[in-house]
């Protein structure tokens, strides 16, 4: 899949973590979330979905894969949501992130942009 032009220029930003969902996986990853996530190259990611990169439960308690499922129902409503979220790496570190998500429609496709704030 080819991906528009203006997000390549957003991928090239080195100190944001930024990622692209199309449907329910990831389609583009900056340099810097492949980091966190330790990981070499955006085909890594591409086959994987959002839970997929979260541990089995958030720190809430709440099952990772039911509440990306509730926020994805709450972003397709409201077209925009932030969240605070825990990943983990592909060695099990985790690391806690603030979440934008934003739907984005391109030539007749949906996107969602993933940004993430560390802290």
């Not at 099952?63 to 979220?85: M, P, R, T, V």
């Amino acid at each position: 899949m080819k991906v528009p032009q203006e997000i390549d220029a957003l991928f090239e930003r080195k100190e944001d973590a930024l990622l692209v969902i199309e449907g329910e996986y990831f389609i583009e990853a900056s340099q810097r979330a492949l980091e966190l996530l330790g990981m070499s190259s955006v085909n890594v990611i591409k086959a994987l979905h959002p839970a997929k990169i979260s541990p089995e439960f958030q720190p809430d308690g709440e099952s990772s894969k039911l509440k990306a499922n509730h926020l994805f129902a709450q972003l397709a409503d409201e077209g925009f949501i932030q969240f605070d979220w825990q990943h983990i790496s592909i060695y099990g570190d985790p690391f806690d992130v603030r979440v934008t998500l934003r739907v984005r429609d391109k030539e007749g496709k949906s996107y969602i942009d993933v940004h993430w704030h560390e802290y």
